[in-house]
């Protein structure tokens, strides 16, 4: 791999990510939006595209099967620090060959590249997610689906709502 886009709306991390790849002799472009991300496919198509699960504006998993349309053949890896099962799963189907958690290293990154799609056996070790922080995405997600709602999001998760706001107050380990 030579030539890798990165796509994701934290600056610091585009040019962190960027320049390790720099160091290992790999040209690495990046984007902090789809639009961004397009114009830079359109200059020239990357062998591979590091793409963030959430951008500031667009959803992730709605650009792989886009991207995989423009450059027939490119390798895409998710990266996220909201990971699930299910848009690990999503991500997978639309066309990207892996999805890899937040934090992450250069060698396991380019490791997912070297992988060929939907190899169980090749899949990056990853340390299991805390418990505390999957109950945070899941109340997360809960508090989107109810337009920021705490009472209604408690109803849905079946807590009281003063609970709730007590689970909101504590933020799990690695998101203070």
Not at 62 to 82: A, H, N, S, W
Not at 124 to 133: A, N, Q, S, V, W
Request: net charge positive; proline share 6%.
């Amino acid at each position: 791999m030579k030539d890798i886009l990165i796509v994701d709306d934290d600056r610091t991390f585009c040019e962190v990510l960027a320049g390790a790849l720099a160091r290992r002799g790999i040209e690495a472009r990046h984007a902090q939006s789809a639009q961004g991300a397009r114009a830079l496919i359109a200059q020239r198509p990357p062998e591979g595209i590091v793409l963030d699960l959430r951008l500031a504006t667009e959803n992730g998993l709605d650009l792989v099967p886009e991207f995989c349309r423009q450059v027939p053949g490119v390798r895409i890896v998710v990266l996220t620090g909201y990971a699930s099962i299910a848009t690990a799963v999503e991500a997978i189907k639309r066309g990207a060959h892996h999805y890899l958690t937040k934090p992450t290293d250069v060698t396991t990154l380019l490791a997912a590249f070297g992988r060929e799609a939907g190899d169980s056996a090749s899949v990056p070790e990853t340390p299991p997610t805390p418990l505390e922080r999957v109950e945070w995405e899941y109340i997360q997600q809960a508090l989107v689906e109810a337009d920021g709602n705490v009472s209604v999001a408690a109803a849905r998760l079946g807590l009281h709502r003063r609970t709730l706001q007590r689970k909101l107050k504590k933020r799990p380990a690695g998101l203070n």
